[in-house]
């Protein structure tokens, strides 16, 4: 019987890899990943910034985080992730303009909540970061501005930088280049991959029980069934709409909402090369490369809490990622690959003078930066955001199922991330995984079941 993964993001792309590493030629089991859009990452696993921390988490997460952190590292090391995807530890910085910015100043997050309340993640942070913040990395060899802060932001009138955290406890990758690499390893593995796909009805054998999934590709009218005893709901934001589909009888719905926001990726005449690491702390990898991530509150040149990561792509080419400027009104499309059609110009063009007066060109005696930036690419995410603040990764219980029997399979849902999703893939791929094999998952994830 095979395990069916809904959803070809991040979150089933990670758990097909770890599902896919204990796989035996021999193995009857097969694994499938079900996408109803035509390509992949056309949302947020495309197009996110792709931020990773250990200990930016409130306390029923901190086991969850520093699994996802340590598993990031270890893959990187293991595959080359600084040449493949980018992987390198980051610098964190915060900016505050004219006394308004964000400050490190809790012992731990308290929840997801900042997102929506448009205030930033930095304000997660611990206070007591092993990070030594008289020495931020940058001061031996990389071009930097007086303040100490690395060259590819341009100081701002009346701003001040305050360092929050080091590469020991904060990383970046480029995350559709992390998502390529686990779809490439699963699919050599034998997973199989539906691309275009719908899940439309559970197959029910004569006693009720979880015997398969009644599948259409396209447009076809035609329905295929795929037999299997085990399904996992990784859709993201769809993942709401997955479930009353697949189990219209069910007296409870998935509380995760879809949370939309624009972003800009460009290149800087100031950042053509990648950072070096003066430590030679070899996080990642070999080439002691280093990111860099800083986040500001609204100021009068911006209105939204903004963030932005100097990082890396494949074999080192360099990038600046801008983000932050959300809406939670606007509606979730029918699939993912329609969310490019939503993008607004106008949101567009405040990110695009966000990111200039962020990092563009300075000049002397005047206050707006000039625009010297090649945009890479524009983007709109919707990112799944619960609304306890933490992700849903557990087994769904059979009496939430409705009139469904599982037997000796099971429902599963692994969604909810929010803006956290790069950083805890990984870690919830592995606990998934363990999860559905009837392993002890590697975190606690007591506080993290469906409510």
């Known amino acids: 019987m095979s395990i069916l993964i809904i959803g070809g993001g991040i979150i089933g792309l990670s758990t097909a890899y770890y599902l896919s590493l204990n796989k035996s030629p021999s193995d009857l089991q097969e694994i499938h990943i079900i996408d109803s859009s035509p390509e992949l990452f056309a949302s947020a696993s495309g197009y996110a910034g792709g931020f990773l921390a250990r200990d930016w988490f409130n306390v029923h997460l901190e086991d969850l985080g520093a699994l996802s952190f340590r598993l990031h590292c270890e893959l990187a090391e293991r595959h080359g992730g600084a040449r493949k995807w980018g992987y390198a530890g980051s610098h964190a910085y915060s900016l505050s303009v004219d006394d308004v910015g964000v400050h490190g100043s809790k012992k731990k997050g308290s929840s997801g909540d900042w997102i929506l309340e448009g205030t930033s993640r930095a304000n997660e942070v611990r206070t007591n970061s092993e990070f030594d913040r008289e020495e931020n990395g940058v001061r031996r060899g990389d071009v930097v501005n007086p303040d100490?802060?690395?060259?590819?932001?341009?100081?701002?009138?009346?701003?001040?930088?305050?360092?929050?955290?080091?590469?020991?406890?904060?990383?970046?990758?480029?995350?559709?280049?992390?998502?390529?690499?686990?779809?490439?390893?699963?699919?050599?593995?034998?997973?199989?991959?539906?691309?275009?796909?719908?899940?439309t009805n559970i197959v029910k054998d004569d006693e009720g029980i979880?015997?398969?999934?009644?599948?259409?590709?396209?447009?076809?009218?035609e329905v295929e069934d795929i037999a299997c005893k085990k399904i996992i709901l990784t859709a993201g934001a769809w993942t709401p709409r997955v479930f009353k589909t697949l189990f219209p009888n069910s007296n409870i719905t998935i509380p995760i909402d879809p949370l939309a926001g624009h972003s800009i990726a460009v290149k800087s005449p100031r950042y053509t090369t990648p950072f070096i690491d003066p430590h030679k702390r070899n996080i990642g990898g070999k080439d002691n490369w280093l990111c860099y991530s800083i986040y500001a509150g609204p100021t009068r040149h911006w209105n939204f809490a903004t963030e932005a990561y100097a990082r890396l792509a494949r074999n080192?080419?360099?990038?600046?990622?801008?983000g932050g400027l959300n809406d939670s009104?606007?509606?979730?499309?029918?699939?993912?690959?329609?969310?490019?059609?939503?993008?607004?110009?106008?949101?567009?063009?405040?990110?695009?003078?966000?990111?200039?007066?962020?990092?563009?060109?300075?000049?002397?005696g005047v206050e707006l930066h000039e625009d010297d930036l090649e945009t890479v690419r524009e983007g709109l995410c919707f990112r799944p955001v619960s609304r306890s603040g933490n992700p849903i990764v557990s087994k769904i219980k059979e009496s939430q199922l409705g009139d469904l029997k599982v037997g000796d399979g099971g429902v599963w849902i692994a969604s909810g991330h929010g803006p956290w999703g790069i950083s805890l893939s990984l870690g919830t791929g592995?606990?998934?995984?363990?999860?559905?094999?009837?392993?002890?998952?590697s975190a606690d994830l007591s506080h993290l079941g469906l409510r």
């Open 148 to 199: 100490g802060s690395p060259a590819v932001f341009t100081p701002q009138t009346g701003g001040t930088v305050e360092t929050i955290a080091g590469p020991e406890e904060c990383a970046q990758v480029e995350p559709r280049e992390l998502c390529e690499f686990l779809l490439g390893e699963a699919t050599r593995a034998g997973v199989q991959l539906h691309l275009g796909t719908t899940a």
């Open 210 to 221: 979880l015997c398969g999934l009644k599948v259409r590709s396209g447009n076809s009218e």
């Open 316 to 322: 080192g080419e360099s990038e600046i990622w801008l």
């Open 329 to 364: 009104k606007l509606p979730l499309p029918e699939l993912a690959t329609d969310v490019k059609n939503l993008i607004d110009p106008k949101n567009i063009e405040i990110v695009r003078a966000t990111i200039v007066q962020l990092t563009g060109l300075a000049k002397e």
């Open 430 to 441: 592995l606990v998934v995984s363990e999860l559905v094999e009837g392993r002890k998952p």
